[in-house]
């Protein structure tokens, strides 16, 4: 064993193999281990972040606004670079019309060949300059990783079994109201008044007028939530059926409340919600997939991000 070991020919055979592995893989595994790629996150960067925030919402970002916004566009980076590795540029009709349209635009040659601007195109950079050919690219990064998921029939039944509950349709409420508006002087006063009232007479008190009306019925303390506020969904969750309570607290005013019934919610069968438990499986799936995928990726990036200058707000 050691003899042949030592054999010139076997030395030449194993270094022809790797030289043939290495052509395989494209020289990534060991370009990539001596010279990473790099990201640079600049300070430029950091200001255009933050600008297109303000512009959005009309404030400046926060610490951690600015923290999300930046992860986001490292995670879009390296889809748009993996893209290209992966050479998903070469034959997509939208870049290619995309570049073609733009080279039509700058050279004002409508009657030019399509093949030759593609390719003044490519050597341009347009590929990497134009905001439509990125997002178009890093859309179909995110299709191929999420293409792989799968959820079999099986995998839906077991999910509906762990999460039973969750599919569980909420108790709903039917409830009237007497309201007294913030807009009116003494409104706690009038309520607590007419709370003494209801109590022996329950039409005696008509209250002020309110533009949702007085009678709701049917609503799960999410649309009551929505509607009135969280004050009031919880009030009605922890009200005894029939007897009045309050007054309550709104940002319209206050609010004297009786629940009149309660429906317990339905527990539908696994037949009733098959496709939507599917769909919330793939969707848990294709997240865990693309988390995955770029914390993958992440290892093979030499990531460098400028650090916060003075006054900004990450």
């Known amino acids: 064993m050691k003899r042949l070991l030592r054999e010139p020919l076997l030395h030449f055979l194993l270094i022809g193999a790797l030289a043939l592995l290495l052509q395989a893989t494209g020289f990534d595994l060991l370009r990539n ?9 600049s300070q430029a960067d950091r200001e255009r972040l933050a600008a297109r925030w303000l512009n959005e919402t009309g404030r400046h970002p926060t610490s951690a606004e600015l923290q999300a916004m930046l992860r986001q566009y490292i995670d879009e980076e390296l889809m748009f670079r993996e893209a290209l590795r992966l050479g998903l540029h070469e034959h997509d009709v939208v870049v290619h019309q995309r570049l073609i349209l733009n080279m039509r635009f700058a050279e004002q040659t409508p009657q030019a060949d399509a093949g030759e601007l593609l390719q003044a195109a490519l050597h341009l950079g347009m590929l990497h300059s134009d905001p439509v050919v990125r997002r178009r690219l890093i859309q179909r990064m995110r299709h191929q990783i999420e293409n792989q998921v799968e959820v079999s029939e099986n995998d839906a039944r077991q999910y509906f079994q762990r999460h039973r509950t969750s599919f569980q349709t909420p ?3 039917s409830f009237e109201q007497r309201f007294f508006s913030a807009d009116q002087p003494g409104a706690l006063n009038r309520a607590l008044a007419a709370r003494q009232t209801l109590t022996t007479d329950d039409k005696a008190v008509g209250g002020d007028v309110f533009l949702l009306g007085n009678h709701f019925e049917h ?6 939530r929505r509607r009135l506020g969280d004050d009031i969904a919880q009030s009605i969750a922890a009200a005894t059926p029939g007897e009045w309570l309050g007054p309550v607290s709104s940002a319209y005013g206050q609010h004297l409340l009786r629940v009149q019934a309660v429906s317990d919610g339905d527990m539908p069968d696994y037949s009733q919600l098959q496709a939507r438990v599917a769909a919330q499986l793939y969707t848990e799936r294709e997240r865990a997939a693309l988390g995955e995928w770029l914390q993958s990726r992440r290892q093979l990036y030499r990531i460098n991000i400028a650090p916060a200058q003075t006054g900004d707000a990450a």
């Open 219 to 224: 609503l799960s303390l999410a649309d009551i």
């Open 33 to 41: 281990f001596l010279t990473p790629p790099r990201i640079e996150i």
């Open 171 to 173: 108790e709903r409420y």
